[in-house]
């Protein structure tokens, strides 16, 4: 069904531009605007059914849960992106503790050769 609106001409430019950056069409930039509206898309609600529907996928996995944590608040007293920043930190200093140990055990062959 086809609908008419008339826009102020820097909202339209502004749509424009925001249809252009996703790569999308005018039509289906206002159409998902609209859904997300009306509650029928929700990004979030998305995103979650996604992470349940694949359980072993580890790449997100430690994100999603820090943000169902900080949604539930049970998070303590931080925010959403200390809750993250906090957990890429952890995430950092392990991958940094095994690039050291692999580092090392690089230069102990390398001496022995």
Same mark, same amino acid.
């Given at each position: 069904?086809?609908?008419?609106?008339?826009?102020?001409?820097?909202?339209?430019?502004? %749509?424009?531009? =925001?249809?252009?950056?996703?790569?999308? &069409?005018? !039509?289906?930039? +206002?159409?998902?605007? *609209?859904? $997300?509206?009306?509650?029928?898309?929700?990004?979030?609600?998305?995103?979650?059914?996604?992470?349940?529907?694949?359980?072993?996928?580890?790449?997100?996995?430690?994100?999603?849960?820090?943000?169902? %944590?900080?949604? =539930?608040?049970?998070?303590?007293?931080? &925010?959403? !992106?200390?809750? +993250?920043?906090?957990? *890429?930190? $952890?995430?950092?200093?392990?991958?940094?503790?095994?690039?050291?140990?692999?580092?090392?055990?690089?230069?102990?062959?390398?001496?022995?050769?």
């Amino acid at each position: 069904m086809a609908v008419s609106v008339r826009l102020d001409p820097l909202l339209e430019k502004e %749509l424009v531009l =925001a249809a252009k950056r996703l790569g999308v &069409s005018k !039509s289906q930039f +206002i159409v998902t605007a *609209l859904e $997300q509206a009306l509650g029928r898309k929700n990004p979030y609600e998305l995103y979650l059914s996604v992470q349940e529907a694949t359980p072993g996928y580890a790449l997100g996995t430690d994100t999603a849960q820090a943000v169902r %944590l900080a949604a =539930a608040g049970a998070a303590g007293t931080g &925010s959403t !992106s200390d809750v +993250i920043r906090q957990m *890429l930190q $952890q995430r950092h200093q392990a991958e940094s503790q095994d690039w050291l140990l692999r580092k090392g055990a690089g230069g102990a062959e390398e001496g022995a050769a």
